[in-house]
């Protein structure tokens, strides 16, 4: 499933925890696929705490509790690490990460918390949602088949990396528009993990990030760059970022685009790409400014100038995506969606 319907998905399992109707919700994937993200951006949402168990580093005891005697009867001493409505509050996320790395006898003392919601004395509080994620085995990960058992407890859920839906999460996140035009010219490069070769490095949502980290770091120190954006995305994607770095020398007059002046449209295919991103970053820094009516129009008037009308719908589409409804507003969007009425506008 795409990111963006996942992340629906589980926005709605975490408010049906409050109506009963939760389910907890295993999410399944490669590394760096942005998993954990996903859940820390449904909580973050709704201003309520994660609490993050690392199955892989436990032992059962550590879930179930230390015992010690009370006159003559065993006692458990509940963890702290659980939730707990007095201490967390009355609703949350408690997200079991890297369960299927966890050993079986670990997994075991996971059943009843997370088909009963309970561990001896222990009750999770009503409200709170819990859900889960691990790598599948044939990442190269430390991981255990799944018991029976514990998979029937989830509803299970596969994350697709989906450019469109990294793009979107890029610009609200403010990743440098060189890196997301690079992987709008190069998009089989979002996630490129062979288990095969069980490489230390490689392109993946999460190490993109790091690569827009590199270039605010290194952007002035070109001997550390190549190496730096290597260290991050792999050796090959390293490379063929910072060549696509160093060719935005040719990039059109940015200002001058927005200040209504005919600038024509590059005729390389991967400097096309680089001014889309560029003007969509714009388009985002103009919003809720006096100005954003006047910035936006002359975006839309310069997309209509790429030949490749595929080109200036996928500038449009993802400005809408960052500005929201509002585009559709500007006198210059009727006059854009008549030059590419026979190219569907998603």
């Not at 309970?118 to 859900?131: K, N, S, T």
């Not at 440098?176 to 010219?185: G, K, M, Q, S, T």
């Amino acid at each position: 499933m795409r990111p963006a319907q996942l992340m629906s998905v589980l926005e709605q399992e975490f408010l049906s925890a409050e109506t009963g109707h939760h389910t907890p919700a295993m999410l399944w994937g490669p590394p760096g696929v942005g998993k954990s993200q996903m859940v820390a951006q449904i909580a973050a949402r709704h201003g309520a705490p994660v609490i993050d168990i690392r199955l892989s580093q436990m032992e059962p005891s550590d879930l179930r509790g230390i015992p010690f005697r009370v006159e003559d009867r065993v006692e458990w001493a509940v963890p702290s690490m659980l939730p707990d409505a007095e201490r967390h509050g009355s609703r949350g996320i408690l997200f079991l990460d890297e369960i299927t790395s966890a050993p079986p006898s670990v997994s075991a003392a996971a059943y009843q918390l997370i088909l009963d919601r309970r561990l001896g004395a222990y009750v999770i509080p009503e409200h709170w949602a819990i859900f889960a994620a691990g790598n599948r085995q044939g990442d190269r990960g430390v991981t255990y088949t799944m018991p029976a058992p514990l998979a029937n407890r989830f509803s299970h859920f596969e994350v697709e990396t989906h450019l469109d839906d990294w793009v979107a999460w890029a610009y609200s996140k403010g990743i440098d528009e060189r890196v997301i035009a690079f992987l709008r010219f190069r998009p089989e490069l979002l996630f490129d993990f062979d288990p095969a070769h069980n490489p230390v490095a490689f392109p993946s949502p999460r190490s993109w990030e790091f690569a827009h980290r590199a270039l605010q770091k290194f952007h002035e120190k070109p001997a550390l760059l190549t190496g730096s954006l290597q260290a991050c995305v792999g050796p090959a994607a390293g490379i063929e970022l910072n060549a696509f770095v160093e060719n935005l020398d040719n990039l059109p007059d940015l200002d001058a685009i927005l200040a209504g002046d005919e600038v024509p449209v590059p005729k390389a295919i991967d400097l096309q790409y680089a001014v889309a991103a560029a003007l969509v970053g714009r388009a985002i820094r103009a919003k809720d400014t006096a100005d954003a009516g006047i910035v936006h129009g002359r975006i839309l008037s310069y997309a209509k100038r790429f030949r490749q009308k595929e080109m200036g719908v996928m500038l449009v589409n993802d400005m809408y995506r960052a500005v929201g409804e509002s585009l559709f507003q500007v006198p210059e969007f009727s006059e854009w969606a008549q030059t590419v009425a026979d190219v569907m506008f998603e």
